[in-house]
């Protein structure tokens, strides 16, 4: 198979010819951040995954950067504390991907509901306190009545509709979102490579040698570095056993399922958030995203292919029944799903459905309100955050712990490998900086080098350098420098939402007037950009993970598919044979995500 990109052949060249500080294995959402924050703070990086970039798991979330207010149930205060707060930071660093938006959440008389209004109530005080939403905000909670909520959600179910819980929660681009911080990170001299698989980690001396094979060439070669990172998500025991370490089965992987319609299907105004109706203990979402609403998820154990979770009958059953009980004027059935997909969450094995509190107590009505009590109390400072944790020991029943397994993740550290399991999206950055942590001491104790990591709250991802509070303002800018280049207004804000300060860049190309046959100087723009700056290798690359033109915009598809992968054929030198089967691989995994071969079985 030949490839010619030059970005990815001179990256190459560099992990075989240079020693680094620090080798990461695994560029998904978790290994995007580190790799940012090392190579910010001065650390030689290098970053590698066997597949795409976010291929994994991080193109595959909720897509949301999640607050998680359910988690208040069972007293996982840390927990929201830390994701509602990791939240607004990410929002900071990187404002062009999250945006705010009201989360709606029906509230039922049936058993085993997540939140009677009084809960939902006293959660939201809590859950606004932890986020330090002011009173004042357009995303202040407040709680309808079920009238109120029939008015404002007409196509819910009536039956047992008891309220609707209205806050605040942050929409998300998960593939955008890890690239970004990759670009960051390559931008401050981090080498990047995707389609490398590390095969071996080894002892060099005081330092680590990684073999790895070029899944595209078939290529061996080793790179060599003082520390290593395992961030390879559902992957992490296969690191850790041939890395020969005595860490074992971290993880126990569970699939997720999301399935994609025209928005006139389901109209919803927000993201909708609600139990499933099968006193399964889960909840699950519904939410707009331009044109097309898309729900899930499903939370199943995970024992088959980690490199190719599919949609299955079971799955596809599952969520619309959940669906057409909560809407039961929607009927949607599976001929109405114009895409899907599945990803793996890969929860720490052992510590629960979140990772957070492993008891699963249950707070009553009166608990969140006695906890609410306290919290107000810490935020005017009249009692410490001890008296606090106090109160949760009484709760619960058992001492609070402090550990970071307790909050959604863990670091070890084994023979000079740092491994970093479990966590969610929303907390990657925080992930991140406690690994720098313990990259630090691992280079100041073994390597005698000073390390001073960077204030990451403060430190923007590629596409973020621009004023964070003004978001709507800087991007309509953005916008209006693409419509003086003849891009329409549609276009321009796809372009402005997708690059943030990277437009400049995108209109760069529009005025050299390149215009690729059958598709426009922008598409044509955004393409090469995609090529020559985002490490884009295949066509799934680029419809799926660098634009969601197969999510969320599939009606396009038949126009641009053609044209794109002859553009790319010509760009990348492809022979006959390479474009052929990167065309074949496009359409089984474009046919997959559009379940071609499900709807047949059931027509």
């Known amino acids: 198979m030949r490839f010619k990109s030059k970005q990815r052949i001179a990256a190459i060249q560099k992990l075989k010819d240079e020693d680094f500080d620090v080798v990461i294995i695994g560029a998904g959402i978790t290994g995007a951040g580190i790799a940012l924050q090392a190579a910010a703070s001065g650390l030689r990086t290098a970053i590698i995954d066997m597949q795409d970039f976010a291929e994994g798991t991080s193109s595959r979330s909720t897509k949301l950067v999640h607050g998680g207010i359910r988690y208040l149930k069972t007293f996982d205060v840390d927990v929201v504390a830390d994701t509602v707060s990791e939240r607004a930071r990410v929002q900071q660093v990187a404002p062009h991907i999250p945006r705010p938006s009201h989360m709606l959440m029906p509230l039922y008389d049936e058993p085993e509901a997540t939140f009677t209004p009084m809960g939902a109530e006293i959660a939201m005080e809590i859950y606004d306190k932890l986020a330090n939403v002011p009173d004042d905000s357009p995303y202040v909670h407040r709680l309808l009545s079920a009238e109120e909520a029939h008015d404002y959600l007409p196509m819910l179910d009536n039956e047992g509709l008891v309220g609707l819980a209205i806050y605040l929660d942050y929409q998300n681009n998960d593939a955008r979102l890890t690239i970004e911080n990759i670009k960051q990170a390559v931008s401050d001299d981090a080498v990047a490579v995707s389609h490398l698989k590390a095969t071996a980690v080894v002892a060099d001396g005081s330092e680590k040698r990684i073999s790895v094979v070029d899944t595209f060439t078939k290529e061996l070669f080793d790179i060599k570095g003082k520390v290593v990172v395992n961030a390879a998500g559902p992957w992490h025991d296969t690191i850790t056993k041939f890395a020969d370490e005595t860490t074992s089965d971290a993880i ?30 889960r909840m699950l979402f519904v939410i707009p995203r331009a044109n097309k609403t898309y729900f899930g998820t499903t939370d199943t154990d995970y024992t088959g292919d980690y490199m190719h979770p599919k949609v299955e009958k079971a799955d596809v059953d599952y969520l619309l029944t959940a669906i057409n009980r909560r809407f039961p004027n929607a009927h949607i059935t599976i001929d109405d799903v114009q895409a899907s997909w599945a990803g793996l969450r890969p929860l720490i094995s ?43 020991d009484h709760l619960t029943g058992f001492k609070k712990s402090t550990s970071s397994v307790s909050r959604g993740f863990q670091i070890n550290v084994e023979n000079g490998i740092v491994n970093v399991s479990g966590g969610k999206l929303t907390d990657y950055r925080l992930m991140a900086s406690e690994t720098m942590t313990a990259l630090t001491k691992l280079l100041t104790d073994n390597f005698d080098k000073a390390v001073t990591p960077i204030d990451s709250t403060k430190y923007p991802v590629s596409g973020g350098h621009f004023n964070p509070n003004d978001v709507d303002g800087e991007l309509a800018k953005y916008a209006e420098e693409l419509e003086k280049h003849d891009v329409n207004e549609v276009k321009a804000m796809e372009i402005a939402n997708l690059y943030g300060s990277n437009t400049p860049e995108i209109i760069a190309y529009i005025e050299s007037g390149v215009s690729a046959p059958k598709l426009s100087v922008a598409e044509t723009s955004m393409l090469h950009y995609a090529i020559d700056k985002e490490f884009v290798l295949r066509p799934i690359d680029y419809f799926l993970r660098r634009t969601n033109y197969l999510l969320f915009k599939s009606e396009d598809l038949a126009r641009i598919e053609e044209p794109v992968i002859d553009e790319m054929a010509k760009v990348l030198d492809w022979s006959d044979e390479t474009k052929q089967a990167m065309t074949a691989e496009y359409v089984h995994l474009r046919d997959e995500a559009q379940l071609k071969v499900l709807k047949e079985e059931l027509n």
């Open 350 to 392: 052992g510590v629960g459905d979140y990772n957070g509190n492993t008891a699963k107590k249950v707070a009553s009505d009166e608990s969140l309100h006695t906890l609410d009590e306290k919290l107000d109390q810490y935020f005017n400072h009249e009692i410490e955050r001890q008296v606090v944790d106090e109160q949760l």
């Open 252 to 281: 126990r992987p569970t699939k997720g399922v999301h399935l994609v319609i025209n928005q006139d299907r389901l109209p919803v105004p927000n993201t909708v958030y609600f139990d499933s109706g099968f006193h399964d203990g």
